[in-house]
C-alpha cells in the first residue's frame, strides 16, 4: 500500500513537471491576457459614464492606458490591446496615435491574416 502511494506520488509529480514544461512558454501571453482584461474593464467603465469630471477621465484612461502597455510589454503581438490601447488615445484627442494603434491591431489581427489573398 505504502509502495503504491509513493509511486502515485512520483507519477503525480513528474506528470505536473511535463504540465509546467508545456504551459511555461505560453505564461506571457496569459499574463498579457490579463492585463488587457483589466484594461478592457477600465476603458468599459469610462466609455459607459460619459458625464465624468476631465480629472476623471484623464485618470481612468491613464489606468487604462498603462494596463495595456503592461499587456503589450509581456505580448508584443496582442491585437487587442493595440486596438484598445486606440481608444485609449481617442479619450486622449491624440488621433495619430490612435490612427498607429488601430493599423498595428489590425495588421496583427487573425481576421486579417485569413482576409489577405
Known amino acids: 500500500m505504502k ?3 509513493l509511486c502515485l506520488a512520483v507519477h503525480c ?7 509546467v514544461l508545456v504551459i511555461w512558454p505560453l505564461h506571457p501571453i496569459a499574463i498579457s491576457w490579463g492585463y488587457t482584461v483589466a484594461g478592457s474593464r477600465v476603458l468599459r467603465r469610462l466609455q459607459n459614464t460619459p458625464n465624468l469630471p476631465p480629472e476623471a477621465r484623464y485618470a481612468q484612461a491613464t489606468q487604462a492606458g498603462q494596463l495595456f502597455q503592461t499587456a503589450l510589454a509581456w505580448d508584443p503581438l496582442n491585437h487587442q490591446a493595440y486596438a484598445n490601447l486606440a ?3 481617442l479619450v486622449w484627442d491624440d488621433v495619430p496615435s490612435a490612427k498607429h494603434a488601430l493599423a498595428r491591431a489590425a495588421l496583427l489581427s487573425p481576421r486579417a491574416q485569413d482576409a489577405a489573398p
Do not use: T
Open 87 to 89: 481608444a485609449v488615445y
Open 13 to 19: 509529480v513528474l506528470l505536473a513537471g511535463i504540465v
Open 3 to 5: 509502495r503504491d502511494r
